[in-house]
């Protein structure tokens, strides 16, 4: 049977024909919906998102709640050993006039965090690949801890665990280390940051409810800021899970061209593994949190800053703690006011409110329901003490 479509038929020996200049004998090879299409262009994920599914993949059996710690933990350790190799560089190459890259003053001076040898990242990098590299990141922990009073109790140190694979962890040192290469060497800091907080809000999505024990939404943070706009002064945030009101008021400051000195920030938190990610995310970010305090109590029963005399106060309360005043309602019923609890809102959002000790003073909040105006009145004469610290609406 005949080729419909003419095609000729030719012996597989026989050398290919030249084409050029004559029209195909195939209707099909012309056929304008058959030519080869065109490849889509790919955009290339942002880095952050490109670490997450690497990283996430190295978890393995370990759980969310713990894996953060170890990979947070890593983040914060190759941004301070950055920053420390910046400025030993800059003091090595200046030894002729008197400077000492080993002296921890100069550091202190300026700010950075002193790395002993056994911690630095190009250290730990070589050695990612041994099966003892959880117990030399532990070490590491211990000895930036013993030469930086400010780190005391911070930093994990949980990557000698039966339950983290020496291999895996290798992998994830390997992954952060090529954070900020090259050209974008300069903007470390900068990328490290961004990393850290973009991580937080995953790892809070990855254990649902409790996620919100240490984060809350970026969009919430960044409305609370929006509303207050504290440009300058103390800004307080009672119950400071991760540290994210602090992050979004420097950013706040800055977008705006202000200065991140002008604000200074202090803080509490009852819960102490989040209370380490607070001081990690402010340090990440050169944010002061000497201020930043922890206690077991909490703000409602035991206030780290009573005479704290706030511009601004920022707050996302724990709505899903209960039974925080149990051991205080006993001596209230008895007359005692000294601990008195939060009269309960009654709508829903974020609000802001007045009281009447600090003329410059504006706080928000955001809660499950917002309060009636005369819920909110009561609301004032009931709050705890650091509640009556700011007055003045933001509306």
């Not at 600090?358 to 955001?366: D, E, H, I, V």
């Not at 009145?377 to 007055?391: E, G, I, N, Q």
Request: charged content about 25%; hydrophobic content about 35%.
């Amino acid at each position: 049977m005949a080729c419909p479509y003419r095609l000729p038929i030719r012996c597989p020996a026989a050398k290919p024909q030249s084409l050029k200049g004559k029209r195909p004998l195939c209707s099909i090879a012309s056929s304008p919906s058959l030519k080869p299409k065109k490849p889509k262009a790919t955009t290339e994920e942002p880095i952050e998102k490109q670490l997450w599914k690497t990283a996430d993949k190295l978890r393995k059996n370990i759980d969310a709640a713990e894996y953060k710690h170890i990979v947070l933990g890593l983040v914060f350790l190759k941004y301070i050993s950055d920053a420390f190799v910046e400025l030993y560089d800059k003091l090595k190459a200046e030894e002729s006039a008197g400077a000492d890259p080993e002296d921890k003053d100069e550091y202190k001076a300026e700010n950075v965090f002193f790395v002993p040898p056994g911690a630095r990242w190009s250290f730990l990098q070589s050695h990612a690949k041994q099966p003892t590299i959880g117990k030399t990141v532990d070490e590491a922990m211990d000895a930036i801890e013993r030469e930086n009073d400010s780190l005391k109790g911070v930093l994990p140190k949980v990557y000698a665990r039966q339950n983290l694979d020496p291999t895996s962890l290798g992998g994830l040192i390997d992954l952060i280390g090529n954070i900020a290469l090259g050209d974008a060497k300069s903007r470390s800091a900068d990328v490290l940051g961004h990393v850290f907080e973009y991580f937080l809000g995953e790892f809070a999505l990855a254990e649902g409810k409790k996620g919100g024990q240490f984060y809350t939404p970026r969009s919430v943070v960044e409305l609370l800021v929006k509303m207050l706009e504290p440009y300058k002064g103390r800004v307080f945030d009672p119950c400071c899970g991760s540290g994210g009101m602090f992050v979004q008021s420097e950013k706040f400051v800055t977008e705006h061209q202000g200065k991140v000195n002008d604000i200074s920030i202090y803080g509490q938190e009852s819960n102490q593994t989040t209370w380490r990610l607070a001081k990690m995310n402010l340090a990440i970010r050169g944010l002061d949190s000497s201020q930043v305090k922890w206690n077991s109590e909490g703000s409602f029963l035991n206030d780290a800053h009573q005479d704290l005399k706030a511009d601004f106060i920022l707050a996302n309360p724990p709505f899903n703690v209960s039974d925080w005043a149990a051991t205080c309602c006993a001596p209230m019923a008895a007359g005692n006011t000294a601990c008195r609890p939060r009269a309960t809102p009654t709508s829903g959002g974020c609000s802001t409110s007045s009281t009447t000790s600090a003329p410059a003073g504006r706080r928000a909040w955001c809660s499950a329901r917002a309060p009636s105006p005369a819920r909110a009145a009561a609301k004032a004469r009931s709050a705890p003490p650091w509640w009556r610290r700011a007055s003045s609406i933001a509306s």
